[in-house]
């Protein structure tokens, strides 16, 4: 049988073992790091959350060029629905800045929150005009509000688009030498603005592009998953691989050549219509 002493020493350790596995409990690094990290993360979230609900999307528009920006010129901001690989990006909202001063241009951008659907894609499409003629446009377009795209955005404006490229549709002819058939056809069509949409031989497809003079680049295309003869599918691929190699362009008689970093014809395509 214990003591007394004995007795006390006992509760007194214990005591202390109590209250230093409660402090080890309170004081947890990881647990602290990982609570801090996910308070910031939310405090973060909370500003892009308010203006998503809010229907506001905020940013910049500038361009790399040492041009003073002249007195009329005006930007646009568009909101694009890009979620359909097989169709023209539907316009949902826009805003009209008119600039009183030098690069970069502030803009906001007030949508309504209730044609956004959390499964689709959205993007935004700027161009920079003076005087009613597009001057420059956004280098690509830029994704915003959903798969963890936020509401702001810094966008880079790049000398717009020659109107010979958009219009009606150009009909791929040849792709590296090898001639494409009538039919199926593969087909692109430019919209001016930074988008570009046609068929490859059996699907759909939607694509942004980069235009600086006689520099072009194609963005990766969505496109439709349907399944077609052999024929429709090896013209696909040839096209899609050349359209892939595409680093500039120019106009030969009634024909547009995409040509690859050699300077070789890619795509050589006509008119149609």
Same mark, same amino acid.
């Given at each position: 049988?214990?003591?007394?002493?004995?007795?006390?020493?006992?509760?007194?350790?214990? !005591?202390?073992?109590?209250?230093? $596995?409660?402090?080890?409990?309170?004081?947890?690094? =990881? !647990?602290? $790091?990982?609570?801090?990290?996910?308070?910031?993360?939310?405090?973060?979230?909370?500003?892009? !959350?308010?203006?998503?609900?809010? =229907?506001? +999307?905020?940013?910049?528009?500038?361009?790399?060029?040492?041009?003073?920006?002249?007195?009329?010129?005006?930007?646009?901001?568009?909101?694009?629905?890009?979620?359909?690989? %097989?169709?023209?990006?539907?316009?949902?909202?826009?805003?009209?800045?008119?600039?009183?001063?030098?690069?970069? +241009?502030?803009?906001?951008?007030?949508?309504?929150?209730?044609?956004?659907?959390?499964?689709?894609?959205?993007?935004?499409?700027?161009?920079?005009?003076? %005087?009613?003629?597009?001057?420059?446009?956004? %280098?690509?377009?830029?994704?915003?509000?959903?798969?963890?795209?936020?509401?702001?955005?810094?966008?880079?404006?790049?000398?717009?688009?020659?109107?010979?490229?958009?219009?009606?549709?150009?009909?791929?002819?040849? +792709?590296? *030498?090898?001639?494409?058939?009538?039919?199926?056809?593969?087909?692109?069509?430019? %919209? *001016?603005?930074?988008?570009?949409?046609?068929?490859?031989?059996? $699907?759909?497809?939607?694509? =942004?592009?980069?235009?600086?003079?006689?520099?072009?680049?194609?963005?990766?295309?969505?496109?439709?998953?349907?399944?077609?003869?052999?024929?429709?599918?090896?013209?696909?691929?040839?096209?899609?691989?050349?359209?892939?190699?595409?680093?500039?362009?120019?106009?030969?008689?009634?024909?547009?050549?995409?040509?690859?970093?050699?300077?070789?014809?890619?795509?050589?395509?006509?008119?149609?219509?």
């Amino acid at each position: 049988m214990r003591s007394m002493h004995e007795r006390t020493v006992a509760a007194a350790s214990a !005591a202390g073992a109590a209250c230093r $596995n409660r402090a080890a409990a309170r004081w947890q690094p =990881g !647990a602290m $790091n990982t609570t801090r990290r996910a308070t910031l993360a939310l405090a973060l979230m909370a500003p892009q !959350a308010a203006r998503a609900q809010d =229907g506001t +999307i905020t940013g910049t528009a500038t361009y790399r060029e040492r041009i003073a920006l002249p007195p009329g010129a005006v930007l646009e901001v568009e909101l694009r629905d890009t979620s359909r690989a %097989d169709a023209p990006a539907p316009r949902l909202a826009g805003t009209r800045v008119e600039a009183t001063g030098q690069v970069p +241009i502030r803009f906001t951008l007030r949508f309504d929150p209730a044609r956004i659907d959390p499964r689709g894609s959205y993007t935004l499409v700027a161009r920079l005009s003076v %005087d009613g003629q597009l001057r420059f446009r956004g %280098d690509t377009a830029h994704p915003v509000l959903t798969h963890g795209a936020g509401t702001t955005a810094e966008i880079l404006l790049v000398g717009a688009a020659p109107s010979s490229l958009a219009g009606a549709p150009w009909v791929v002819r040849e +792709i590296g *030498g090898w001639r494409a058939p009538a039919a199926p056809r593969a087909d692109i069509t430019f %919209d *001016g603005q930074g988008r570009a949409h046609g068929s490859g031989g059996c $699907n759909r497809f939607n694509a =942004g592009y980069v235009l600086d003079g006689a520099a072009l680049r194609f963005g990766p295309a969505a496109q439709t998953n349907m399944a077609c003869e052999p024929p429709a599918m090896a013209l696909e691929a040839r096209f899609h691989a050349a359209l892939a190699t595409v680093r500039a362009w120019r106009i030969e008689g009634a024909e547009l050549l995409l040509l690859d970093g050699a300077g070789a014809a890619a795509i050589r395509l006509a008119r149609h219509g």
